[in-house]
């Protein structure tokens, strides 16, 4: 069974930054597109970062872009999100995903998620 293990939530200020990792078991990690979303309260989910199988290509969500850096990691079958210049609009479940398709699809399709991990930016 594939599972996904995310670690690196927590309570960061304003401006600084947070790194957020994920560990996939259970299935060839080589054979996926890794990525991120997130939810805050009372929104949508909301695409945040995904990266290719072999790790030469990332995109992003608008309103990351420029602050956030998704690497991937295959010996230690991880993923990893950068996040700098944390602002209060980035508070947020994360959650961490694995897909076949890249770029990866809309959420209601991903095929792996993770449990999420809770990033709360203070003021």
């Known amino acids: 069974q594939v599972q996904l293990q995310e670690s690196g939530g927590g309570l960061v200020q304003a401006g600084g930054s947070l790194r957020l990792s994920c560990v996939v078991s259970?299935?060839?990690?080589?054979?996926?597109?890794m990525g991120w979303f997130r939810q805050a309260p009372g929104k949508e989910r909301e695409f945040v970062a995904g990266?290719?199988?072999?790790?030469?290509?990332?995109y992003y969500g608008t309103t990351v872009k420029g602050r956030f850096s998704i690497s991937r990691d295959h010996a230690k079958n991880a993923t990893y999100l950068e996040m700098n210049n944390l602002k209060l609009e980035d508070t947020a479940v994360y959650y961490c995903?694995?897909?076949?398709?890249?770029?990866?699809?809309?959420?209601?399709?991903?095929?792996?998620w993770g449990q999420g991990t809770q990033v709360t930016v203070s003021s």
């Open positions: 990266i290719n199988l072999s790790g030469h290509r990332q």
């Open positions: 995903v694995i897909d076949n398709l890249y770029p990866l699809p809309g959420p209601s399709q991903i095929d792996y």
């Open positions: 259970g299935h060839t990690f080589n054979a996926y597109a």
